[in-house]
């Protein structure tokens, strides 16, 4: 069976639900091998050996969601708030271009604080002083939102689903509901935004059935981004005391993810480096991965947009994470993209400018 799964993929054939799950149960380190260097062959094919640069700027920590596995949630009275003005969100943006980073990601927890017109003036002023891309990660608002903050230049939304298990879902979100949060997915490619969406690897409860109908999921919602990382526990939430997900799970998922959506960019995550220091983010970019985030946050903020526990960089300026990253790379013989790293999937589509 195994062999015709890899016949499957050698002729870029589709992947069933049962393939898929049987490739998440490998164990054996050759076949592993086997797995990984044929995701690695499918993204250099579709889209080459350059890995792109987002930098990144967590603004708020305040969140109004409670979602049960999340560090930042409502109910975690432990964690000092803090909110980014436009001035130093702009200083911000201004260092990751000094970095030469062209596309910066503006995330932050649920904060309605950050009204759409507060928002709207930001994004105006970014594009305005900087040429760079600008996705944004704040959560669930109104379509007439989205299509507002589209309009004054976001270039890209980012809304992770966690999971495509309703139930698990339900779970994980007492104040999310899951159809609402698919129908943001397809509003937003309505609307004209590059897509990205993504899972945690290792939930519990979540199963090998669940993870493979998530990489389907990927595919049927044609995403221009999929973010796959481990599960970390946080104390200070619900689900205290679980185990994390395992790197070995993650990487598996994202060779397979590459493998079955072929050209969407897929990042390295901190979650994973955070596992696995030494080389878990270049390992990812061996097996499927090319995007990679550099934190550019105010190290006096880094700290407190506590996902979960123990994330890697938190001590380190923006300059410092540039050489870290840069020096990573270019040990795997990859090049950096100086482009803005727009979706593979409507290149010809787009401007060439952020």
Same mark, same amino acid.
């Given at each position: 069976?195994?062999?015709?799964?890899?016949?499957?993929?050698?002729?870029?054939?589709?992947?069933?639900?049962?393939?898929?799950?049987?490739?998440?149960?490998?164990?054996?380190?050759?076949?592993?091998?086997?797995?990984?260097?044929?995701?690695?062959?499918?993204?250099?094919?579709?889209?080459?050996?350059?890995?792109?640069?987002?930098?990144?700027?967590?603004?708020?920590?305040?969140?109004?969601?409670?979602?049960?596995?999340?560090?930042?949630?409502?109910?975690?009275?432990?964690?000092?708030?803090?909110?980014?003005?436009?001035?130093?969100?702009?200083?911000?943006?201004?260092?990751?271009?000094?970095?030469?980073?062209?596309?910066?990601?503006?995330?932050?927890?649920?904060?309605?604080? /950050?009204? *759409? $017109?507060?928002? !709207?003036? #930001?994004?105006?002023?970014?594009?305005?002083?900087? +040429?760079? =891309?600008?996705?944004?990660?704040?959560?669930?608002?109104?379509?007439?939102?989205?299509?507002?903050?589209?309009?004054?230049?976001?270039?890209?939304?980012?809304?992770?689903?966690?999971?495509?298990?309703?139930?698990?879902?339900?779970?994980?979100?007492?104040?999310?509901?899951?159809?609402?949060?698919?129908?943001?997915?397809?509003?937003?490619?309505?609307?004209? /935004?590059? *897509? $990205?969406?993504? !899972?945690? #690897?290792?939930?519990?409860?979540?199963?090998?059935? +669940?993870? =493979?109908?998530?990489?389907?999921?990927?595919?049927?919602?044609?995403?221009?981004?999929?973010?796959?990382?481990?599960?970390?526990?946080?104390?200070?939430?619900?689900?205290?005391?679980?185990?994390?997900?395992?790197?070995?799970?993650?990487?598996?998922?994202?060779?397979?993810?590459?493998?079955?959506?072929?050209?969407?960019?897929?990042?390295?995550?901190?979650?994973?480096?955070?596992?696995?220091?030494?080389?878990?983010?270049?390992?990812?970019?061996?097996?499927?991965?090319?995007?990679?985030?550099?934190?550019?946050?105010?190290?006096?903020?880094?700290?407190?947009?506590?996902?979960?526990?123990?994330?890697?960089?938190?001590?380190?300026?923006?300059?410092?994470?540039?050489?870290?990253?840069?020096?990573?790379?270019?040990?795997?013989?990859?090049?950096?993209?100086?482009?803005?790293?727009?979706?593979?999937?409507?290149?010809?589509?787009?401007?060439?400018?952020?």
């Amino acid at each position: 069976m195994l062999k015709d799964i890899f016949k499957k993929i050698d002729q870029e054939r589709e992947l069933s639900k049962e393939d898929i799950v049987c490739l998440l149960a490998l164990k054996d380190e050759q076949e592993l091998a086997r797995l990984y260097d044929r995701a690695d062959t499918v993204r250099q094919k579709y889209v080459g050996d350059e890995v792109h640069l987002r930098g990144l700027i967590e603004f708020s920590n305040y969140c109004r969601k409670n979602c049960n596995y999340c560090g930042i949630r409502r109910g975690n009275r432990k964690l000092q708030r803090y909110r980014m003005s436009a001035e130093e969100i702009l200083a911000t943006v201004a260092v990751a271009e000094r970095l030469g980073y062209k596309t910066v990601v503006l995330q932050s927890g649920e904060d309605m604080y /950050y009204t *759409v $017109g507060k928002l !709207v003036d #930001i994004i105006r002023r970014i594009k305005q002083e900087a +040429d760079v =891309a600008i996705t944004l990660s704040i959560g669930e608002r109104s379509r007439e939102e989205y299509e507002r903050l589209h309009e004054a230049g976001a270039d890209r939304f980012l809304i992770r689903f966690e999971t495509s298990n309703r139930e698990l879902y339900s779970r994980l979100h007492p104040d999310s509901d899951y159809d609402e949060r698919m129908q943001i997915l397809v509003w937003l490619k309505e609307i004209g /935004y590059q *897509v $990205g969406s993504g !899972v945690m #690897i290792g939930l519990p409860g979540q199963t090998l059935e +669940d993870l =493979a109908m998530d990489i389907l999921k990927f595919k049927e919602l044609d995403l221009d981004m999929v973010g796959v990382g481990p599960y970390i526990c946080h104390e200070e939430t619900p689900l205290a005391g679980n185990a994390n997900g395992t790197v070995e799970m993650t990487f598996k998922v994202i060779a397979l993810t590459r493998i079955v959506t072929r050209d969407a960019h897929i990042p390295a995550t901190t979650a994973l480096a955070t596992l696995r220091p030494t080389d878990g983010r270049e390992k990812a970019l061996e097996l499927g991965a090319n995007v990679v985030m550099p934190n550019v946050t105010p190290a006096k903020y880094r700290a407190l947009y506590e996902l979960y526990p123990a994330k890697v960089c938190i001590g380190e300026e923006a300059e410092q994470c540039q050489a870290c990253m840069h020096g990573r790379i270019y040990s795997l013989g990859r090049p950096i993209s100086q482009g803005y790293g727009h979706s593979f999937k409507r290149a010809h589509l787009l401007p060439q400018y952020g």
